[in-house]
């Protein structure tokens, strides 16, 4: 059983690394497609990447509540970090989830089982954290939509491999929807729900 005191660091410099953190993710969400460097986590559980670490420091919080995949609820690390370092609840019901932590993509959830929001609150919708093979390397995806200046080309290794076509459920949801951060060790992509898929993937 973990102890407090063995639980893995959160951010050395809580503050600075946070409103860092914060800004790349802002970053990647104002330019769709574009690969971002978070600052890494001093310490995260072991099936947390860096990055997807540094994230949920940064914002996840007691009212915003967090569904886990198999991978990342397979033992109860995950879980006992989160709630020591952000006090965000852990639940089991993902259609209530603020956000969602995917450590096996592969085996992602059919879409429709999490938040979409309301028309009238969009922003109540779940966001996928999705821990992906790489960023760089991989089959390239071609997006267009706000941000985009033109479109974009994403060379990344991600599962499912169908995660763009299902992501396409977004426009006729608009502006309800389900947005995606793509992570990789420090490098984050962010594929809001006004982002299409023009080719590939």
């Known amino acids: 059983m973990t102890s407090v005191a063995e639980l893995p660091a959160g951010f050395a410099d809580k503050v600075l690394s946070a409103q860092s953190v914060f800004r790349s993710v802002m970053d990647a969400m104002a330019r769709p497609g574009s690969v971002q460097r978070v600052e890494p986590a001093a310490g995260g559980p072991d099936t947390m990447m860096r990055g997807a670490a540094a994230i949920a420091l940064t914002l996840f919080d007691h009212d915003t509540p967090v569904w886990l995949d198999g991978r990342m609820?397979?033992?109860?690390?995950?879980?006992?970090?989160?709630?020591?370092?952000?006090?965000?609840?852990?639940?089991?019901?993902?259609?209530?989830?603020?956000?969602?932590?995917?450590?096996?993509?592969?085996?992602?959830?059919?879409?429709?089982?999490?938040?979409?929001?309301?028309?009238?609150?969009?922003?109540?919708?779940?966001?996928?954290?999705?821990?992906?093979?790489?960023?760089?390397?991989?089959?390239?995806?071609?997006?267009?939509?706000p941000g985009i200046d033109g479109s974009a080309a994403l060379r990344a290794s991600i599962q499912p491999r169908d995660l763009f076509e299902r992501l396409a459920i977004n426009a006729a949801l608009f502006p309800r929807g389900i947005d995606v951060v793509l992570v990789h060790d420090v490098s984050i992509v962010a594929v809001p729900r006004t982002t299409r898929l023009v080719r590939g993937g």
Do not use: C, M
Request: zero cysteines.
């Open 73 to 145: 609820s397979a033992t109860a690390d995950v879980a006992k970090w989160l709630k020591f370092h952000t006090s965000a609840p852990v639940v089991v019901d993902s259609s209530i989830a603020s956000f969602a932590l995917i450590g096996d993509p592969q085996n992602l959830p059919a879409l429709d089982r999490f938040a979409f929001g309301s028309n009238e609150y969009p922003d109540r919708s779940t966001t996928l954290i999705l821990q992906v093979e790489s960023l760089t390397d991989g089959p390239v995806v071609e997006l267009q939509g």
